[in-house]
């Protein structure tokens, strides 16, 4: 396997890709429909594919675990774009989580 380009530039190309779709035709882009169709749809997709992601997982089909994945990523940062989050925001705080583990990161979201 060669060296992949890195995760975090190839979300943020996507990212940009996808936000320059918010004005494009909705019948030749499947984003620009998804943008047209509102936040509640968009977000029904996400949740209909993370379903899907954990449905290949459970059943052990890694190429089907693999696929399902980038679909969920990719109606995610759809997600994302309708509510104007950049991936940058959600690097920090992925970044800021760092080192910290999940008990005491969740304590400090209750304070």
């Known amino acids: 396997m060669s060296d992949p380009e890195t995760p975090g530039a190839i979300l943020d ?3 940009q890709v996808i936000d ?4 494009a035709d909705p019948a030749v882009s499947h984003t620009a429909r998804l ?3 509102g936040t509640r ?3 029904q997709k996400v949740g209909e594919e993370a379903v899907e992601t954990v449905i ?4 052990g089909k890694r190429d089907r675990l693999i696929s399902e994945s980038a679909d969920l990523m990719y109606h995610l940062l759809v997600l994302w774009a309708d509510a104007r989050i950049n991936p940058a925001e959600v690097w ?3 970044s800021r989580r760092e080192g910290m ?6 304590q400090s ?3």
């Open 41 to 43: 749809k968009i977000a």
């Open 92 to 94: 920090q705080e992925l």
């Open 109 to 111: 979201r209750a304070k």
């Open 35 to 37: 943008f047209q169709k």
């Open 13 to 15: 190309r996507l990212y």
């Open 20 to 23: 320059s779709r918010r004005s």
């Open 101 to 106: 583990s999940g008990i005491e990161e969740k």
């Open 56 to 59: 290949e997982a459970v059943r």
